[in-house]
């Protein structure tokens, strides 16, 4: 299913090279992603892939969506200026008619999110911050949710969450969370989801990913460098390392690359 058919990153040039987003695609190309099913952005550390994601959660204004923090320079704000500067297409349905929006459903997940998530079982005071985090993000008011969670009723459901919690590993952990959020019939922006996970739980993610965008209605723009995910995912991949965005297969990449010269090299130990 395509909900998010493209998007196009400003093309304005401003004269001082260190205004935020703009300094991120300052000297690169500009032309439309154009997005399947599964597209992946791959880039190294400071790349822009989550930038991408960020500015595309915020035109969408989807759940889990973070607005960055606006330069200090004069009165612009410079974000919300990039952002309205940018460009979405939607897609089509089964029946050819074009979407007007995502699905409500839809969701942002970032690396943290999933690192939150763990921290808040590991602590108690963490949890229960965390507890009314979720809260407030499903619609309460912060005060009711804080007055809950001093009652009965929410004690018990904290000390659920712990004892159910306790004994999963951080990697168990995340599957959970992934398990529990990535429903049918969405849009989800995936932040580096393979965080905590073991290589093995990275291919089962990818999997799943695989499942839900081929059977279950939904679509996926993931930004990753791990080898094992790039590997699993029946993806379009974009490399954003380079000048421009070019789509590259995934063995063509400079980390799978490494990857295989680094297990080339010792391969005699293998055998």
């Known amino acids: 299913m395509i909900y998010l058919s493209s998007f196009k990153l ?27 099913p599964i597209t992946i952005l791959y880039g190294n550390n400071g790349s822009g892939k989550s930038t991408i994601l960020n500015l595309i959660a915020d035109k969408l204004e989807i759940k889990g969506r973070e607005r960055a923090t606006s330069n200090s ?42 690192l939150y998530e763990i921290k808040k079982i ?47 590993s951080n990697g168990e952990t995340s599957m959970q ?19 905590s996970l073991s290589p093995a739980n990275q291919v089962k993610l990818a999997e799943e990913i695989n499942k839900l965008a081929r059977l279950l209605g939904c679509q996926f723009i993931i930004a990753t460098h791990s080898p094992f995910m790039l590997g699993t995912l029946q993806a379009k991949i974009y490399n954003i390392d380079l000048k421009e965005y070019e789509v590259v297969k995934w063995s063509k990449l400079e980390n799978i690359r490494y990857f295989y010269d680094f297990f080339k090299k010792h391969e005699g130990e293998f055998e």
Do not use: H
Request: aromatic share 18%; net charge negative.
């Open 122 to 168: 590991q602590q108690r005071k963490v949890l229960g911050e965390g507890m009314v985090y979720d809260m407030v993000r499903e619609g309460w008011k912060k005060q009711e949710a804080e007055k809950f969670l001093a009652s009965k009723d929410g004690y018990m459901q904290k000390q659920y969450i712990e004892f159910a919690q306790e004994k999963y």
């Open 177 to 195: 969370y992934f398990d529990a959020y990535l429903q049918p019939d969405a849009l989800y922006l995936l932040d580096e989801p393979e965080v």
């Open 10 to 36: 400003s093309d304005r040039k401003i004269k001082n090279p260190n205004i935020y987003p703009y300094s991120v695609f300052r000297d690169k190309y500009t032309e439309p992603f154009v997005f399947a």
């Open 73 to 114: 320079f004069g009165i612009t704000d410079y974000v919300e200026q990039f952002i309205e500067e940018c460009g979405i297409a939607y897609g089509e349905d089964e029946d050819g008619e074009p979407y007007y929006k995502v699905p409500d459903t839809s969701r942002y997940i970032k690396s943290e999110d999933v």
